[in-house]
Protein backbone atom coordinates (compact mmCIF):
# COMPACT_ATOMS: atom_id res chain seq x y z
CA UNK A 1 0.00 0.00 0.00
CA UNK A 2 0.66 3.37 -0.49
CA UNK A 3 1.25 6.06 2.42
CA UNK A 4 -1.58 8.19 0.38
CA UNK A 5 -3.82 5.18 0.95
CA UNK A 6 -7.02 7.32 1.67
CA UNK A 7 -8.55 7.29 5.08
CA UNK A 8 -5.17 5.37 6.62
CA UNK A 9 -4.98 6.01 10.30
CA UNK A 10 -1.25 7.69 10.02
CA UNK A 11 -2.87 10.50 7.92
CA UNK A 12 -5.96 11.07 10.48
CA UNK A 13 -4.04 10.74 13.30
CA UNK A 14 -1.90 13.32 11.90
CA UNK A 15 -4.64 15.79 11.48
CA UNK A 16 -6.08 15.01 14.82
CA UNK A 17 -2.19 16.15 16.35
CA UNK A 18 -2.33 19.19 13.90
CA UNK A 19 -5.04 20.02 15.01
CA UNK A 20 -3.94 20.27 18.72
CA UNK A 21 -1.19 22.84 17.16
CA UNK A 22 1.44 20.12 16.84
CA UNK A 23 4.05 21.84 13.78
CA UNK A 24 5.74 18.20 13.63
CA UNK A 25 2.48 16.55 12.89
CA UNK A 26 1.89 19.20 10.46
CA UNK A 27 5.61 18.80 8.63
CA UNK A 28 4.86 15.33 8.36
CA UNK A 29 1.49 15.83 6.65
CA UNK A 30 2.95 17.96 4.67
CA UNK A 31 5.65 15.52 3.21
CA UNK A 32 2.80 12.82 2.84
CA UNK A 33 0.29 14.89 0.83
CA UNK A 34 1.85 18.12 -0.77
CA UNK A 35 2.98 15.96 -3.65
CA UNK A 36 -0.53 15.00 -4.53
CA UNK A 37 -1.79 18.30 -3.79
CA UNK A 38 0.67 20.22 -5.64
CA UNK A 39 0.05 17.54 -8.80
CA UNK A 40 -3.43 18.36 -9.01
CA UNK A 41 -3.17 22.17 -8.67
CA UNK A 42 -0.40 22.63 -11.49
CA UNK A 43 -3.25 20.83 -13.16
CA UNK A 44 -5.47 23.45 -13.08
CA UNK A 45 -3.07 26.14 -12.70
CA UNK A 46 -0.26 25.84 -15.51
CA UNK A 47 1.26 28.89 -14.29
CA UNK A 48 4.28 27.34 -11.65
CA UNK A 49 4.55 30.49 -9.30
CA UNK A 50 0.51 30.69 -9.23
CA UNK A 51 0.58 27.33 -8.06
CA UNK A 52 3.07 27.45 -5.31
CA UNK A 53 0.95 30.12 -3.64
CA UNK A 54 -1.79 28.25 -3.70
CA UNK A 55 0.23 25.12 -2.39
CA UNK A 56 0.88 27.62 0.58
CA UNK A 57 -2.33 28.89 1.16
CA UNK A 58 -4.43 25.26 1.15
CA UNK A 59 -1.78 24.19 4.05
CA UNK A 60 -2.42 27.23 5.62
CA UNK A 61 -5.69 26.23 6.12
CA UNK A 62 -5.16 23.01 6.90
CA UNK A 63 -3.30 24.20 9.64
CA UNK A 64 -6.21 26.25 10.78
CA UNK A 65 -8.49 24.13 10.18
CA UNK A 66 -7.57 20.62 11.31
CA UNK A 67 -9.89 21.12 14.00
CA UNK A 68 -13.02 21.45 11.59
CA UNK A 69 -12.24 18.39 9.64
CA UNK A 70 -15.24 15.65 9.88
CA UNK A 71 -13.74 11.78 9.41
CA UNK A 72 -17.30 10.71 8.63
CA UNK A 73 -17.42 12.67 5.38
CA UNK A 74 -13.71 11.04 4.16
CA UNK A 75 -10.12 10.64 4.24
CA UNK A 76 -8.00 13.58 5.60
CA UNK A 77 -6.40 13.44 1.40
CA UNK A 78 -9.87 13.74 0.44
CA UNK A 79 -10.35 16.50 2.61
CA UNK A 80 -6.87 18.14 1.24
CA UNK A 81 -7.94 17.25 -2.47
CA UNK A 82 -11.10 19.30 -2.08
CA UNK A 83 -9.43 22.39 -0.98
CA UNK A 84 -7.16 22.30 -3.21
CA UNK A 85 -8.72 21.92 -5.95
CA UNK A 86 -11.05 24.55 -4.84
CA UNK A 87 -7.85 27.11 -4.46
CA UNK A 88 -6.74 26.60 -7.70
CA UNK A 89 -10.04 27.14 -9.40
CA UNK A 90 -10.96 30.46 -7.45
CA UNK A 91 -7.42 31.10 -8.42
CA UNK A 92 -8.05 30.86 -12.34
CA UNK A 93 -11.20 32.37 -11.73
CA UNK A 94 -9.42 35.62 -10.73
CA UNK A 95 -6.66 35.49 -12.86
CA UNK A 96 -9.32 35.23 -15.70
CA UNK A 97 -11.21 38.23 -14.18
CA UNK A 98 -8.29 40.48 -13.65
CA UNK A 99 -6.95 39.80 -17.35
CA UNK A 100 -10.63 40.80 -18.79
CA UNK A 101 -11.15 43.53 -16.27
CA UNK A 102 -7.68 45.92 -15.69
CA UNK A 103 -5.58 44.88 -18.47
CA UNK A 104 -7.39 46.18 -21.12
CA UNK A 105 -7.54 44.81 -24.44
CA UNK A 106 -8.53 40.97 -23.57
CA UNK A 107 -6.01 38.99 -25.36
CA UNK A 108 -7.70 35.56 -24.38
CA UNK A 109 -5.47 33.68 -26.10
CA UNK A 110 -2.52 34.88 -23.38
CA UNK A 111 -4.77 34.36 -20.69
CA UNK A 112 -5.60 30.75 -22.13
CA UNK A 113 -1.75 29.85 -22.51
CA UNK A 114 -0.76 31.01 -19.34
CA UNK A 115 -3.67 29.40 -16.86
CA UNK A 116 -5.92 27.20 -18.83
CA UNK A 117 -5.64 23.44 -18.66
CA UNK A 118 -5.22 22.63 -22.47
CA UNK A 119 -8.71 21.72 -23.89
CA UNK A 120 -7.91 18.63 -23.30
CA UNK A 121 -5.42 17.85 -20.41
CA UNK A 122 -5.35 14.69 -20.87
CA UNK A 123 -3.55 14.52 -23.90
CA UNK A 124 -0.60 17.28 -22.75
CA UNK A 125 0.05 15.87 -19.75
CA UNK A 126 3.25 14.62 -19.70
CA UNK A 127 4.39 12.65 -17.25
CA UNK A 128 1.28 12.30 -15.78
CA UNK A 129 0.71 9.15 -17.16
CA UNK A 130 -1.35 7.32 -14.55
CA UNK A 131 -3.80 9.95 -14.91
CA UNK A 132 -3.72 9.89 -18.13
CA UNK A 133 -4.40 6.16 -18.29
CA UNK A 134 -7.33 5.92 -15.81
CA UNK A 135 -9.25 9.02 -17.45
CA UNK A 136 -8.29 7.17 -20.74
CA UNK A 137 -10.30 4.14 -19.86
CA UNK A 138 -13.84 6.20 -18.81
CA UNK A 139 -15.83 6.52 -22.21
CA UNK A 140 -14.98 9.86 -23.55
CA UNK A 141 -18.51 11.83 -22.13
CA UNK A 142 -18.08 10.60 -18.70
CA UNK A 143 -14.29 12.06 -19.61
CA UNK A 144 -15.50 15.16 -20.69
CA UNK A 145 -17.65 15.70 -18.00
CA UNK A 146 -15.18 14.56 -14.81
CA UNK A 147 -12.25 16.76 -16.70
CA UNK A 148 -14.62 20.13 -16.53
CA UNK A 149 -15.88 19.81 -12.89
CA UNK A 150 -12.87 18.82 -11.76
CA UNK A 151 -10.11 20.30 -13.22
CA UNK A 152 -12.42 23.47 -14.61
CA UNK A 153 -14.45 23.92 -11.78
CA UNK A 154 -17.26 24.01 -14.04
CA UNK A 155 -20.73 23.35 -12.05
CA UNK A 156 -23.21 21.17 -13.44
CA UNK A 157 -25.46 23.04 -15.06
CA UNK A 158 -22.37 24.94 -16.80
CA UNK A 159 -21.37 22.01 -18.39
CA UNK A 160 -24.65 21.15 -19.62
CA UNK A 161 -24.69 24.18 -21.29
CA UNK A 162 -21.17 23.99 -22.41
CA UNK A 163 -21.87 20.41 -23.76
CA UNK A 164 -25.24 21.24 -25.05
CA UNK A 165 -26.33 18.13 -23.15
CA UNK A 166 -29.66 17.89 -20.58
CA UNK A 167 -28.57 17.94 -16.92
CA UNK A 168 -29.86 15.09 -15.96
CA UNK A 169 -27.46 13.55 -18.41
CA UNK A 170 -24.82 15.32 -17.04
CA UNK A 171 -25.73 13.83 -13.61
CA UNK A 172 -25.91 10.40 -14.71
CA UNK A 173 -22.09 10.81 -16.62
CA UNK A 174 -20.04 12.34 -13.52
CA UNK A 175 -21.89 9.77 -11.22
CA UNK A 176 -21.21 6.87 -13.97
CA UNK A 177 -17.58 8.00 -14.51
CA UNK A 178 -16.61 8.24 -11.16
CA UNK A 179 -17.78 4.49 -10.30
CA UNK A 180 -16.10 3.50 -13.44
CA UNK A 181 -12.77 5.48 -12.29
CA UNK A 182 -13.33 4.02 -8.70
CA UNK A 183 -12.56 0.79 -10.02
CA UNK A 184 -9.98 1.80 -12.43
CA UNK A 185 -8.13 3.12 -9.96
CA UNK A 186 -8.88 0.50 -7.29
CA UNK A 187 -7.54 -2.31 -10.17
CA UNK A 188 -4.35 -0.17 -10.41
CA UNK A 189 -3.53 -0.16 -7.09
CA UNK A 190 -4.01 -3.42 -7.02
CA UNK A 191 -1.82 -4.55 -9.83
CA UNK A 192 0.77 -1.56 -8.81
CA UNK A 193 1.27 -3.51 -5.09
CA UNK B 1 -34.76 9.15 -2.66
CA UNK B 2 -32.47 6.14 -4.60
CA UNK B 3 -29.18 4.89 -5.10
CA UNK B 4 -28.21 6.45 -7.78
CA UNK B 5 -29.86 9.92 -6.92
CA UNK B 6 -27.86 9.66 -3.85
CA UNK B 7 -25.03 8.99 -6.04
CA UNK B 8 -25.57 11.42 -8.47
CA UNK B 9 -26.09 14.03 -5.52
CA UNK B 10 -22.54 12.59 -3.87
CA UNK B 11 -21.12 12.37 -7.30
CA UNK B 12 -21.64 16.21 -8.07
CA UNK B 13 -20.84 17.43 -4.05
CA UNK B 14 -17.05 15.81 -4.52
CA UNK B 15 -16.14 17.49 -8.00
CA UNK B 16 -17.60 20.61 -6.35
CA UNK B 17 -20.26 21.00 -9.02
CA UNK B 18 -23.64 20.87 -6.94
CA UNK B 19 -25.70 24.02 -6.53
CA UNK B 20 -28.80 25.57 -5.62
CA UNK B 21 -31.80 23.61 -4.10
CA UNK B 22 -29.77 20.24 -4.72
CA UNK B 23 -26.82 21.54 -2.77
CA UNK B 24 -28.98 22.25 0.24
CA UNK B 25 -30.70 19.23 -0.03
CA UNK B 26 -27.24 17.27 -0.05
CA UNK B 27 -25.74 19.01 2.79
CA UNK B 28 -29.12 18.37 4.84
CA UNK B 29 -28.77 14.83 4.54
CA UNK B 30 -25.26 15.13 5.19
CA UNK B 31 -25.48 16.74 8.46
CA UNK B 32 -28.18 14.42 9.71
CA UNK B 33 -26.22 12.06 9.23
CA UNK B 34 -27.42 9.88 6.11
CA UNK B 35 -25.60 6.51 6.32
CA UNK B 36 -25.72 6.40 2.29
CA UNK B 37 -24.71 9.66 1.65
CA UNK B 38 -21.91 9.78 3.65
CA UNK B 39 -20.67 6.55 2.47
CA UNK B 40 -21.17 7.56 -0.95
CA UNK B 41 -19.10 11.31 -0.41
CA UNK B 42 -16.54 9.03 0.77
CA UNK B 43 -16.29 6.49 -1.99
CA UNK B 44 -16.48 9.78 -3.69
CA UNK B 45 -14.24 11.44 -2.26
CA UNK B 46 -11.52 8.25 -2.51
CA UNK B 47 -12.13 7.86 -6.01
CA UNK B 48 -10.75 11.89 -6.54
CA UNK B 49 -7.19 11.44 -4.37
CA UNK B 50 -6.63 8.11 -6.35
CA UNK B 51 -7.01 10.94 -9.45
CA UNK B 52 -4.73 13.25 -7.67
CA UNK B 53 -2.41 11.08 -6.26
CA UNK B 54 -1.68 9.40 -9.53
CA UNK B 55 -0.05 12.51 -10.71
CA UNK B 56 2.21 14.02 -7.92
CA UNK B 57 4.21 16.57 -8.27
CA UNK B 58 7.50 17.38 -6.38
CA UNK B 59 6.28 21.16 -4.44
CA UNK B 60 8.81 23.90 -4.87
CA UNK B 61 11.18 23.95 -2.58
CA UNK B 62 10.36 27.25 0.08
CA UNK B 63 7.23 26.53 0.95
CA UNK B 64 7.20 23.99 3.30
CA UNK B 65 9.53 26.22 5.08
CA UNK B 66 7.53 29.70 4.50
CA UNK B 67 4.49 27.55 6.52
CA UNK B 68 6.69 26.65 9.02
CA UNK B 69 7.85 29.98 9.14
CA UNK B 70 3.97 31.49 9.10
CA UNK B 71 2.96 29.46 11.78
CA UNK B 72 5.83 30.00 14.53
CA UNK B 73 4.99 33.98 13.58
CA UNK B 74 1.39 33.21 14.45
CA UNK B 75 0.56 30.62 17.10
CA UNK B 76 -2.04 32.73 18.83
CA UNK B 77 -4.17 33.72 15.68
CA UNK B 78 -5.01 29.93 15.59
CA UNK B 79 -8.59 29.67 16.79
CA UNK B 80 -7.90 25.31 16.58
CA UNK B 81 -5.29 26.10 19.28
CA UNK B 82 -5.52 24.65 22.62
CA UNK B 83 -5.10 28.06 25.04
CA UNK B 84 -1.66 28.09 26.19
CA UNK B 85 -0.76 30.19 29.31
CA UNK B 86 0.43 33.73 27.91
CA UNK B 87 3.94 34.28 28.13
CA UNK B 88 4.69 36.81 31.09
CA UNK B 89 5.32 39.84 30.00
CA UNK B 90 8.71 41.68 30.43
CA UNK B 91 9.62 44.89 31.15
CA UNK B 92 10.71 46.40 27.60
CA UNK B 93 11.74 49.32 25.90
CA UNK B 94 9.83 51.73 24.25
CA UNK B 95 11.51 51.71 20.69
CA UNK B 96 10.91 47.88 20.09
CA UNK B 97 7.05 48.63 20.98
CA UNK B 98 6.50 51.66 18.34
CA UNK B 99 8.45 49.54 15.95
CA UNK B 100 5.88 46.28 16.39
CA UNK B 101 3.10 48.74 16.57
CA UNK B 102 3.98 49.77 13.06
CA UNK B 103 4.72 46.81 11.79
CA UNK B 104 1.26 45.50 13.16
CA UNK B 105 -0.01 48.31 11.09
CA UNK B 106 0.98 47.66 8.30
CA UNK B 107 0.44 44.15 8.59
CA UNK B 108 -3.16 44.45 9.19
CA UNK B 109 -3.27 46.74 6.29
CA UNK B 110 -1.96 44.20 3.47
CA UNK B 111 -4.44 41.57 5.53
CA UNK B 112 -7.51 43.68 5.52
CA UNK B 113 -6.49 44.50 1.90
CA UNK B 114 -6.21 41.52 0.66
CA UNK B 115 -9.49 40.12 2.37
CA UNK B 116 -11.20 43.30 1.18
CA UNK B 117 -10.13 41.82 -2.67
CA UNK B 118 -10.60 38.26 -2.16
CA UNK B 119 -14.22 39.14 -0.09
CA UNK B 120 -14.96 41.26 -3.75
CA UNK B 121 -13.30 38.77 -5.69
CA UNK B 122 -16.16 36.31 -4.43
CA UNK B 123 -18.56 38.76 -4.30
CA UNK B 124 -18.05 39.68 -8.58
CA UNK B 125 -18.28 35.65 -8.89
CA UNK B 126 -21.55 35.35 -7.05
CA UNK B 127 -23.05 38.49 -8.72
CA UNK B 128 -22.21 37.05 -12.56
CA UNK B 129 -24.04 33.53 -11.80
CA UNK B 130 -27.18 35.29 -10.56
CA UNK B 131 -27.02 37.66 -13.64
CA UNK B 132 -26.76 35.00 -15.69
CA UNK B 133 -29.67 32.63 -14.28
CA UNK B 134 -31.49 35.80 -14.46
CA UNK B 135 -31.06 36.17 -17.96
CA UNK B 136 -31.93 32.22 -18.55
CA UNK B 137 -35.21 32.83 -16.53
CA UNK B 138 -35.87 36.50 -18.53
CA UNK B 139 -35.04 34.36 -21.77
CA UNK B 140 -38.00 31.43 -20.56
CA UNK B 141 -40.43 33.73 -19.59
CA UNK B 142 -39.85 36.32 -22.77
CA UNK B 143 -40.80 33.07 -24.32
CA UNK B 144 -43.82 32.40 -22.74
CA UNK B 145 -45.38 35.87 -23.25
CA UNK B 146 -44.31 35.87 -26.92
CA UNK B 147 -46.29 32.59 -26.77
CA UNK B 148 -49.54 34.62 -25.33
CA UNK B 149 -49.65 37.62 -27.33
CA UNK B 150 -49.77 35.91 -30.35
CA UNK B 151 -53.60 35.41 -31.82
CA UNK B 152 -52.42 32.37 -33.05
CA UNK B 153 -52.12 30.79 -29.57
CA UNK B 154 -54.68 28.17 -29.08
CA UNK B 155 -55.64 27.87 -25.40
CA UNK B 156 -56.74 24.09 -24.75
CA UNK B 157 -58.43 22.89 -20.98
CA UNK B 158 -58.04 19.52 -20.26
CA UNK B 159 -60.39 18.01 -17.41
CA UNK B 160 -59.84 15.60 -15.09
CA UNK B 161 -60.87 11.63 -16.04
CA UNK B 162 -61.66 9.23 -13.42
CA UNK B 163 -58.02 8.65 -11.80
CA UNK B 164 -58.14 11.96 -10.78
CA UNK B 165 -61.46 14.03 -11.23
CA UNK B 166 -60.56 17.20 -9.66
CA UNK B 167 -57.33 17.62 -12.04
CA UNK B 168 -57.49 20.54 -13.99
CA UNK B 169 -54.71 21.81 -16.81
CA UNK B 170 -54.45 24.32 -19.63
CA UNK B 171 -52.77 24.29 -22.38
CA UNK B 172 -51.44 27.38 -24.23
CA UNK B 173 -50.61 26.49 -27.85
CA UNK B 174 -48.69 27.49 -30.82
CA UNK B 175 -47.47 25.48 -33.70
CA UNK B 176 -44.61 26.93 -34.45
CA UNK B 177 -43.59 28.21 -31.52
CA UNK B 178 -44.36 25.51 -29.00
CA UNK B 179 -46.68 25.64 -25.89
CA UNK B 180 -47.01 26.05 -22.34
CA UNK B 181 -48.83 23.15 -20.02
CA UNK B 182 -49.97 23.93 -16.55
CA UNK B 183 -51.61 20.79 -14.47
CA UNK B 184 -53.31 21.06 -11.30
CA UNK B 185 -54.84 18.98 -8.63
CA UNK B 186 -52.68 15.37 -9.56
CA UNK B 187 -51.70 12.92 -7.82
CA UNK B 188 -48.54 12.83 -6.95
CA UNK B 189 -46.58 9.97 -9.61
CA UNK B 190 -45.61 6.49 -7.95
CA UNK B 191 -42.21 5.61 -7.46
CA UNK B 192 -40.88 5.08 -11.17
CA UNK B 193 -43.28 6.43 -12.82
CA UNK B 194 -43.87 10.81 -14.46
CA UNK B 195 -47.07 11.89 -16.09
CA UNK B 196 -46.60 12.40 -20.22
CA UNK B 197 -48.46 15.20 -22.16
CA UNK B 198 -49.98 13.84 -25.74
CA UNK B 199 -50.78 15.67 -29.08
CA UNK B 200 -53.24 14.72 -31.24
CA UNK B 201 -53.89 15.45 -34.48
CA UNK B 202 -56.71 14.14 -36.59
CA UNK B 203 -56.48 10.17 -36.70
CA UNK B 204 -52.56 9.95 -36.29
CA UNK B 205 -51.12 8.88 -33.32
CA UNK B 206 -50.53 10.48 -30.32
CA UNK B 207 -47.47 12.46 -30.44
CA UNK B 208 -45.39 13.10 -26.75
CA UNK B 209 -45.08 16.52 -25.53
CA UNK B 210 -43.21 16.08 -22.87
CA UNK B 211 -42.93 14.42 -19.10
CA UNK B 212 -43.26 16.34 -16.08
CA UNK B 213 -43.88 15.50 -12.76
CA UNK B 214 -45.96 17.80 -9.72
CA UNK B 215 -44.98 19.02 -6.59
CA UNK B 216 -46.37 18.39 -3.23
CA UNK B 217 -49.24 20.63 -4.06
CA UNK B 218 -50.13 18.38 -7.38
CA UNK B 219 -49.25 21.43 -9.36
CA UNK B 220 -46.83 20.67 -12.27
CA UNK B 221 -45.64 22.87 -15.29
CA UNK B 222 -43.99 21.96 -18.85
CA UNK B 223 -42.19 23.78 -21.67
CA UNK B 224 -43.41 22.22 -24.86
CA UNK B 225 -41.30 22.81 -28.55
CA UNK B 226 -43.13 22.49 -31.73
CA UNK B 227 -43.55 19.38 -32.17
CA UNK B 228 -42.13 18.61 -35.84
CA UNK B 229 -45.11 16.85 -38.21
CA UNK B 230 -47.35 18.66 -36.38
CA UNK B 231 -49.48 21.58 -37.41
CA UNK B 232 -53.53 21.34 -35.92
CA UNK B 233 -54.10 19.61 -33.00
CA UNK B 234 -57.02 18.62 -32.09
CA UNK B 235 -56.88 17.41 -28.28
CA UNK B 236 -53.98 17.19 -26.02
CA UNK B 237 -54.07 14.33 -23.36
CA UNK B 238 -52.03 13.22 -19.73
CA UNK B 239 -51.24 9.34 -19.45
CA UNK B 240 -49.61 7.74 -16.58
CA UNK B 241 -45.90 6.53 -17.78
CA UNK B 242 -42.54 5.00 -16.90
CA UNK B 243 -40.76 7.93 -15.88
CA UNK B 244 -38.89 9.06 -19.18
CA UNK B 245 -41.69 8.36 -21.14
CA UNK B 246 -42.69 6.08 -23.79
CA UNK B 247 -42.77 6.58 -27.33
CA UNK B 248 -46.78 5.57 -27.32
CA UNK B 249 -49.33 6.10 -24.53
CA UNK B 250 -49.68 2.88 -22.44
CA UNK B 251 -51.08 3.91 -19.04
CA UNK B 252 -54.08 5.33 -17.97
CA UNK B 253 -55.64 8.77 -18.91
CA UNK B 254 -55.15 11.44 -16.44
CA UNK B 255 -56.56 14.63 -18.27
CA UNK B 256 -57.99 15.23 -21.68
CA UNK B 257 -59.01 18.30 -23.52
CA UNK B 258 -59.97 18.84 -27.12
CA UNK B 259 -59.30 22.09 -28.91
Known amino acids: MSPLAPGSESSAALIAAIAAGDR ?21 LRDPEAAAEVLQEVFWQVWQDAARYDPTRGSPEAWLVTRAKTRAIDRL ?10 VGPVDESVARRREEPAENP ?12 ALAQLPEPQRRVIELA ?44 | MNRDEIGELAAAYALGGLEGEELARFEALLEAGDADALRALRECGDTLVGLAA ?10 KAALLERIAAAPATRPSAPTRPLPRRRPRALWPVVLSGAMAAGLAAVVVGWSVSSTYEKRLDALARDAEQLRAELRAQQAVIAIL ?19 RARMMWHAQAGGVFVATGLPAPPEGKAYQLWAIAGTNAPVSAGVFTV ?35 SGDMYLLGKS
Open chain 2, 215 to 249: DASGTGSLAVRPLPGVSAVNAFAVTLEPVGGLPAP
Open chain 2, 54 to 63: AAPEPPPAGV
Open chain 1, 150 to 193: FFEGLTQSEIATRLGEPLGTVKTRARLGLERLRGVLGAERLSAT
Open chain 1, 93 to 102: RSVRRRDRTF
Open chain 1, 122 to 133: AVVADDRSLVQS
Open chain 1, 24 to 44: DAFGRFYDLTAPMAFGLIRRV
Open chain 2, 149 to 167: RDPATQVVALAGLPPAPAA
